[in-house]
DNA sequence: TATAAATGCAATTAATCGGTTGCGCAAGTT
DNA sequence: AACTTGCGCAACCGATTAATTGCATTTATA
């Protein structure tokens, strides 16, 4: 099962799980107190997070808590950037127009 | 239909499409050229993207350029941040062992 | 030792997805 | 005017998805 990192984050409620888990590693029963679906449908969602490596788990006695793995994160962060540098591009052209209407103002 | 950048951006072809037109607008049969698919079937991947607001339409004649519109992109890059900020700690946190090894190379 | 709790796994199902094919329409071309 | 080109839309189809339900297994507790 070919699992991506951009496939595993498209999902609402695997976002709000590695949301959840980056602040406290959490067991899949606990974590399904925070939705209103099933502990299986959460262990379900939990199983494609560790698949793609987003998230590690550690076993404590019968309960396994799980951890947030963020170096796959880096990813996404890492396709993310080329565009990022296109938006900061076009707000500093904003941030140059606006300038130029300042400095303009009296003109016409 | 509820579209969501994050589902936008989860198919690999809707990706390459983005980084296709980010350096330059194209007409979908030009992008369809890219791919091994049906002029169709990246048609409809427009039509996503187009949904969810990353790329932008612009008719010439019987042609569509479509461009990329990176402001959209945003809300991916705002919701990584914190994560972000995770693993350039862990990083540091390494970083810090790595010159605390070094520092200590010489006592046992 | 019997029972309860925490979890994973398998089967089922409705919905969605990504793709193809066929069609219609508007804009150029001959 | 007839034809071609570029495109969107609708119908259809197989694969995948997210969820539920039921069951098996391991660990803790009475």
């Given at each position: 099962?070919?699992?991506?990192?951009?496939?595993?984050i498209?999902?609402?409620?695997?976002?709000?799980?590695?949301?959840?888990?980056?602040?406290?590693?959490?067991?899949?029963?606990?974590?399904?107190?925070?939705?209103?679906?099933?502990?299986?449908?959460?262990?379900?969602?939990?199983?494609?997070?560790?698949?793609?490596?987003?998230?590690?788990?550690?076993?404590?006695?019968?309960?396994?808590?799980?951890?947030f793995?963020?170096?796959?994160?880096?990813?996404?962060?890492?396709?993310?950037?080329?565009?990022?540098?296109?938006?900061?591009?076009?707000?500093?052209?904003?941030?140059?127009?606006?300038?130029?209407?300042?400095?303009?103002?009296?003109?016409?």
């Open positions: 099962m070919r699992r991506d990192v951009f496939q595993a498209a999902d609402p409620t695997r976002r709000a799980i590695l949301t959840l888990i980056a602040l406290q590693a959490m067991t899949p029963n606990a974590l399904a107190e925070h939705f209103d679906t099933s502990r299986q449908a959460v262990s379900k969602h939990i199983k494609i997070l560790a698949e793609c490596q987003l998230v590690d788990q550690q076993q404590h006695g019968r309960e396994i808590y799980y951890h793995n963020p170096e796959k994160m880096k990813e996404v962060a890492d396709w993310l950037a080329p565009f990022q540098k296109m938006w900061e591009e076009r707000f500093d052209r904003l941030d140059n127009l606006l300038e130029n209407l300042k400095a303009q103002q009296n003109v016409r």
